[in-house]
Structures are given as structure tokens and as C-alpha cells.
């Protein structure tokens, strides 16, 4: 495992812990001399996660569509910031660059970015960890839903028992270097680009 893509809001959110763990994430990939892959923002856990990565010297690549980079929201220390035409474009930058998916907490997109490559692991169009970082029990209610998945009958509980869940990032790290996936849902050939 060479490089961590990082998931998490443009906001700090209302609970002071989000952003200390941001912080500890940023610190702790670069520690590991791992790559950070993100969103590319200088705004809230974003920032923060590539700020502390920076500060402990890691390498942090940002990929970031040019309409927000001209909204001036683009981190400008990072070792690399990718300009990309589209959101599209972002997503499969960081999927390509990414040997694992961690999700610290944040809002709709970052929802959707996870639950993205969630669905190619379990399709196997990738065979990459996707993890929660659940600071405070920000992802319960969430975990509860994708239970019910399986419960209804809409999933494979196999499919449920691959997300990582883990209180630190370095518990959810040392989970991502163990994690074994799962048969995949259908035999296919890994994803081609088709964006």
C-alpha cells in the first residue's frame, strides 16, 4: 500500500473532533510514508487533512475540477494539484492514484465518492479497501442503512462485511493492510476508463 485517497468534508462540521482526527489522519499517512490522494481543497477537513500531511512532510497529491480551482478553493502548498475537466474526471484520477478508500466524516459528496468505489469492490472492478473513520459515531445511522440492505434482500452480507469501520485512523490503516476482499458480485474484468 503505497497511497491513501482521503474522503471528507469541505466543512469543519459542528463537532471539534472531526477536525482533530483530520488532523491525526494527515499526520499519520505521512508518518506511514504513504501517499495522500484528496480532493484537492484548502477548506475545511480537506484542508486540514492536507495541511497536517504537508507539516509531517508527506507527499499529498490533490485532484480538483478547474471551475472550483477558479472559485479559488484549491489548496495552493500540495506537492501535486491535478486540474481536471469534471467531476467525473476527479473521481477516476483519485481511483487510479488511490491503493485504498478511507472516509473521514463530511456530506453528500462525500457519501457519494465513497458508496462509488464501495460498489466497483464489490462488482470487482477494483479489489481496494474502502473504510469509515467513525469519529464519534458519525457513520451508525449510515452502517444501520447499509445493513438493511442486506437485510432486505438488496445485498450480500459479504458485501456489508467489507466496509471498514474503526474509531482511528490508525486502526482503520492497520485494517486496510489485512483486508482480504470478497468474491466479486460478478466476474468482470477491472473497470476501464470511460469518462
Not at 467489507?162 to 482503520?172: C, G, P, S
Request: aromatic share 10%.
Amino acid at each position: 500500500m503505497n497511497s491513501i485517497c482521503v474522503y471528507c468534508g469541505s466543512a469543519r462540521g459542528s463537532d471539534p473532533a472531526f477536525f482533530e482526527e483530520a488532523v491525526s489522519a494527515g499526520t499519520l499517512i505521512a508518518e506511514q510514508g504513504l501517499t495522500l490522494v484528496y480532493g484537492g481543497g484548502k477548506v475545511g477537513l480537506m484542508g486540514a487533512v492536507a495541511d497536517a500531511a504537508l507539516a509531517a512532510g508527506g507527499k499529498v497529491v490533490g485532484v480538483m475540477p478547474a471551475d472550483l480551482v477558479s472559485q479559488e478553493i484549491g489548496h495552493p502548498g500540495l506537492t501535486e494539484l491535478r486540474v481536471v475537466n469534471s467531476m467525473h474526471e476527479r473521481k477516476w484520477a483519485m481511483a487510479e492514484l488511490a491503493d485504498g478508500f478511507l472516509c473521514l466524516p463530511g456530506g453528500p459528496g462525500t457519501f457519494e465518492e465513497i458508496f462509488e468505489q464501495w460498489t466497483w469492490a464489490l462488482l470487482g472492478f477494483h479489489a481496494k479497501p474502502c473504510g469509515f473513520v467513525n469519529v464519534n459515531g458519525y457513520y451508525d445511522l449510515m452502517r444501520q442503512t447499509v445493513q438493511q440492505m442486506a437485510d432486505k434482500g438488496f445485498l450480500g452480507q459479504q458485501y456489508v462485511d467489507m466496509l471498514i469501520y474503526r474509531r482511528t485512523t490508525a486502526e482503520a490503516l492497520e485494517a486496510f493492510r489485512a483486508y482480504v476482499p470478497p468474491p466479486p458480485k460478478w466476474s468482470v474484468a477491472p473497470v476501464e476508463q470511460r469518462y
